[in-house]
């Protein structure tokens, strides 16, 4: 469709523009609405009533693991044994201690 567009007067124009914009929402209004009819079937195929029942539940949690050392002096610091090691048994390592000075 070859259209000369610089030999149309600006009311042409002007209501090309008007219903290319008009057409432009209408075909975004249906994909969102089918964007969301799907989001929506996958919330109850997951169990949920509905998508913003699953959009409040937010992401899962990751298991944080259980602690298997405990600082002797001040029993609240302690570590799960994965992950980077915190600066207390850094130290007791680099004094000479073990890991089994530590575990719970």
């Given at each position: 469709?070859d ?14 523009n008007?219903?290319s914009a ?9 994909q969102?609405k089918?964007a969301?009819?799907k989001?929506t079937?996958?919330?109850?195929a ?10 409040a ?5 990751k298991?944080?693991g ?8 001040n ?10 090691k915190?600066?207390w048994i850094?130290e007791a390592?680099?004094a000479?201690?073990s ?6």
């Amino acid at each position: 469709m070859d259209i000369d567009y610089n030999q149309m007067t600006l009311e042409q124009l002007k209501e090309i523009n008007r219903k290319s914009a008009a057409a432009i929402a209408d075909h975004e209004g249906r994909q969102r609405k089918q964007a969301i009819q799907k989001a929506t079937e996958i919330a109850r195929a997951a169990g949920f009533s509905s998508l913003e029942e699953m959009i409040a539940a937010g992401p899962a949690k990751k298991a944080q693991g259980e602690a298997r050392y405990r600082h002797p002096d001040n029993p609240a610091m302690t570590w799960t044994g994965r992950g980077r090691k915190p600066g207390w048994i850094v130290e007791a390592l680099a004094a000479g201690r073990s890991l089994d000075d530590f575990a719970i």
